[in-house]
């Protein structure tokens, strides 16, 4: 019987991965392991921690640049979802009495300043009396917006707070409102 030639011994060395035997290296030491592992917790160098300091900065500016414009991602949970919406474009678009609260209360400090006690009681009593128009006009808006979003909605998928959110609303100055009013003064939602 011949002998079959016996194969050419290869140069190359045989990686022990593909064989499927052994790791192909040296377990490393525990000291070497946590020594790998080491990283400091906050960069220590002055250009990362600029670095850091303006990514944060732009993830900031982008996320109130988000919630102003009405952005659903970027708006908190008390603001999220189309009955809010809703509610906030029904009251974007109307004039309401608690807009005018500000500016009523600066008029009544600066009558309180003048010496004449007759301004002084009767700016307070009109205050009090212009206060008792804006919460009758928060009840109105109330009642006007759980109506209308009823009818949009369905009364059975109504959120709980839709007229409080929307009453709330109405106090706050249109300009300083977050999320911006979306529509114009007199453009009401369908």
């Known amino acids: 019987m011949a002998k079959s030639p016996a194969p ?3 140069d190359t060395p045989v990686d022990p991965t593909e064989t499927g035997s052994g790791k192909g290296r040296a ?3 525990r000291a070497e392991q946590e020594a790998a ?13 600029a670095r850091a300091r303006a ?11 988000g919630m102003a414009a009405g952005e659903e991602r970027y708006l908190p949970v008390r603001d999220k979802g189309p009955q809010r919406r809703f509610a906030r474009d029904f009251v974007d678009a109307g004039w309401h009495l608690g807009e005018g609260v500000m500016p009523f209360m ?14 002084q009681y009767w700016a307070f009593v009109a205050l009090w009396i212009f206060i008792l128009f804006v919460i009758g006009d928060m009840i109105i808006t109330s009642i006007r917006v759980k109506r209308a979003a009823k009818d949009k909605f369905g009364e059975s998928k109504l959120e709980k707070g839709l007229g409080w959110y929307a009453a709330m ?3 706050q100055m ?8 979306q529509v114009k003064r007199g453009q009401y939602p369908v």
């Open 37 to 49: 592992r080491k990283r400091p917790l906050v960069p220590d160098t002055k250009e990362a921690k």
């Open 27 to 29: 377990t490393p030491s």
């Open 174 to 181: 249109r300009f300083m409102r977050l999320p911006k009013a």
């Open 169 to 171: 609303r109405t106090v």
């Open 106 to 119: 600066l008029v009544v400090i600066l009558l309180t300043v003048l010496p004449v006690q007759f301004f």
């Open 8 to 10: 050419a011994p290869n």
């Open 55 to 65: 990514e944060l900065a732009a993830q900031r500016e982008k996320a109130r640049v």
